[in-house]
T-cell receptor, first 111, second 111 residues
Framework: EDQVTQSPEALRLQEGESSSLNCSYTVSGLRGLFWYRQDPGKGPEFLFTLYSAGEEKEKERLKATLTKKESFLHITAPKPEDSATYLCAVQQSGGSYIPTFGRGTSLIVHP | DAGITQSPRYKITETGRQVTLMCHQTWSHSYMFWYRQDLGHGLRLIYYSAAADITDKGEVPDGYVVSRSKTENFPLTLESATRSQTSVYFC??????????FGQGTRLTVV
């Protein structure tokens, strides 16, 4: 059973068409939730860390939010350069600091 | 250069050969991780290390060996490469209860 589930698997948007990506998690206690962006042929690039329900972080057209069971990555008025795979990872409280990743959402933004 | 670097970027090896992937970080992060990324599976943890001389298995450790004699280095060795180990390998490092930072990856092909 996956601890981190991302949806949708793939998303196609027109430039300017806002949308949200979802990351749901089933760990018993959350230490932190991380969002990354990954471009083809490159390593994941860190975007945000969220620690507690109600927390929000913003960067340019991206806004990440966190509830007790899921996180959303909102993309406002996306541009073609926002096309990438977005990965979500969680750290479970107690024990070692291991990030467990979801399978990602592949986003394509058409001009 | 500051950051985390992996070498080589690309490697082709034959079945049964031993191959070592290198990872070096300049931040003095205590935690280091090795993941493999395959279509349909996302990022899966192979091994991790909480400090020099402390390593532990992740989700998919079979066929791999790691060591960490110095904080900054975390090599991954495939003792006898198999075709199922064809993948993209990512090394990451982090301070613990914060985000991890990834290298650019090593694309390994076993023929």
């Amino acid at each position: 059973e996956d601890q981190v589930t991302q949806s949708p698997e793939a998303l196609r948007l027109q430039e300017g068409e806002s949308s949200s990506l979802n990351c749901s998690y089933t760990v018993s206690g959350l230490r932190g939730l991380f969002w990354y962006r990954q471009d083809p042929g490159k390593g994941p690039e860190f975007l945000f860390t969220l620690y507690s329900a109600g927390e929000e972080k913003e960067k340019e057209r991206l806004k990440a939010t966190l509830t007790k069971k899921e996180s959303f990555l909102h993309i406002t008025a996306p541009k073609p350069e926002d096309s990438a795979t977005y990965l979500c990872a969680v750290q479970q409280s107690g024990g070692s600091y291991i990030p467990t990743f979801g399978r990602g959402t592949s986003l394509i933004v058409h001009p | 250069d500051a950051g985390i670097t992996q070498s080589p970027r690309y490697k082709i090896t034959e079945t049964g050969r031993q191959v070592t992937l290198m990872c070096h970080q300049t931040w003095s992060h205590s935690y280091m991780f090795w993941y493999r990324q395959d279509l349909g599976h996302g990022l899966r943890l192979i091994y991790y290390s909480a400090a020099a001389d402390i390593t532990d298995k992740g989700e998919v450790p079979d066929g791999y060996v790691v060591s960490r004699s110095k904080t900054e280095n975390f090599p991954l060795t495939l003792e006898s490469a198999t075709r199922s180990q064809t993948s993209v390998y990512f090394c990451a490092s982090g301070a613990g209860n914060t985000e991890a930072f990834f290298g650019q990856g090593t694309r390994l092909t076993v023929v």
